[in-house]
């Protein structure tokens, strides 16, 4: 089915930037909505932006104006650009995709392993 792989995460200063990526596998035909997540200690995994396969985008009130997410449809991968990044920021980062569809079937909903960013001084 679909195996996901993210990179991208890391340890950065506040202020830094990093990039996300995640990349999708598989027979796949087209995936509807690809997005990214994440989740701190202690609290529930929250939206952080979202890009359908027109180019759609729907972002976090959070990261509007710092965050950018972009995805290449023929190569099955989407992208965080994460700029002006600070300590709240810390968390686990996870790729989602929803509506990946194959010859014969839709996968919905499916989870990366996440990757964890971090950001301190």
């Known amino acids: 089915q679909v195996q996901l792989v993210e990179s991208g995460g890391g340890l950065v200063q506040p202020g830094g930037s990093l990039r996300l990526s995640c990349a999708a596998s598989?027979?796949?035909?087209?995936?509807?909505?690809m997005g990214w997540y994440r989740q701190a200690p202690g609290t529930q995994r929250e939206l952080v932006a979202t890009?359908?396969?027109?180019?759609?985008?729907n972002y976090a009130d959070f990261v509007k104006g710092r965050f950018t997410i972009s995805r290449d449809n023929a190569k099955n991968t989407v992208s965080l650009q994460m700029n002006s990044l600070r300590p709240e920021d810390t968390a686990v980062y996870y790729c989602?995709?929803?509506?990946?569809?194959?010859?014969?079937?839709?996968?919905?909903?499916?989870w990366g392993p996440g990757t964890q960013v971090t950001v301190a001084s």
């Open positions: 989602n995709v929803d509506g990946v569809r194959f010859a014969h079937f839709i996968v919905n909903d499916y």
């Open positions: 598989g027979n796949i035909v087209s995936i509807r909505l």
């Open positions: 890009i359908t396969e027109t180019g759609n985008t």
